[in-house]
């Protein structure tokens, strides 16, 4: 099995490729023949008795190989050079070694630019819609965040041209905001990171309505209510009537005393009459 090795860089930077053999001091490049293969397919460059005899048009200006330990050397390197690499080693037409190396190239991600938009509000809660975009990096990445440090899930989608070109990244959000919050948003490739926070803010703080009593309390009081004007009603029928009656009663009355009076006298002139005679 071939024994591959893991060769880690950055868009930009110099990246050496080791190869598998190393040629003896005594000897010279002019004994072998050597083959930078990509993807086993793409030639590099090769070597034959100490000339190049072949180069890739898209390494040209940017690729050489030391002449003793048959290192290839890249710079500047771009993401199409991400991939496996194979140094391939012959002395007299005889393989003396055949390995990979694999080369994964990073490009880094624009920091992570958070906005909120706010698309519902009431006095309980404001509804946002957060988006949180990077961009010019590679290899494909994850987005994840915070908040309040507790994880919250990005619906996150990707752009890229290929697999092999920078990918922009874009992660939204829909949150209920009852208070203010801080969220934060990280985007993670090939074991590096860029991240970002945002101090969410409760938009509305408009006073609640009281709350209307409850359906019993409001059938209690129109009961008291319905009774207190029957009262008053029976009342108003029924006091008049026992008034006039108890009026009446007292004018029979006087009316009988006048009478009374009346009589008297006469019962005194006609005793006196008598007496008289």
């Not at 930078?36 to 180069?55: H, P, R």
């Not at 010019?136 to 994850?142: A, H, L, M, T, V």
């Not at 915070?146 to 959000?173: C, M, R």
């Amino acid at each position: 099995a071939l024994d591959k090795k893991v060769v880690k860089s950055k868009v930009g930077e110099k990246v050496s490729l080791p190869c598998c053999h190393e040629i003896p001091i005594s000897e010279s490049l002019h004994r072998y023949r050597v083959y930078w293969q990509k993807n086993i397919t793409d030639v590099v460059l090769a070597y034959s008795e100490g000339n190049m005899i072949s180069k890739h048009e898209r390494y040209q200006n940017r690729t050489e190989m030391d002449p003793w330990n048959l290192t290839l050397w890249i710079s500047p390197i771009e993401i199409p050079d991400n991939g496996s690499y194979q140094c391939v080693v012959q002395r007299n037409s005889v393989v003396v070694c055949d390995e990979s190396v694999i080369l994964f190239v990073t490009a880094d991600f624009s920091t992570p630019n958070i906005t909120a938009e706010v698309s519902a509000d009431s006095c309980k809660s404001t509804e946002m819609v957060i988006t949180c975009s990077s961009h010019g990096g590679f290899p494909k990445p994850k987005i994840s965040g915070t908040l309040n440090n507790v994880p919250v899930e990005w619906n996150a989608s990707w752009v890229s041209q290929s697999s092999l070109s920078p990918y922009n990244v874009t992660g939204t959000l829909v949150l209920n905001v009852t208070k203010d919050v801080n969220i934060t948003c990280s985007v993670e490739y090939s074991g590096l990171a860029k991240s970002s926070s945002l101090l969410l803010k409760k938009t509305n703080d408009c006073v609640v309505p009281p709350v209307p009593p409850p359906y019993n309390v409001i059938t209690a009081s129109i009961i008291i209510v319905i009774t207190f004007i029957l009262a008053i009603t029976l009342a108003a029928r029924y006091l008049p009537r026992h008034v006039c009656s108890h009026c009446c009663k007292r004018q029979i009355s006087a009316e009988e005393g006048v009478k009374d009076c009346t009589k008297a006298p006469m019962s005194d002139k006609g005793t006196a009459e008598t007496s008289s005679v």
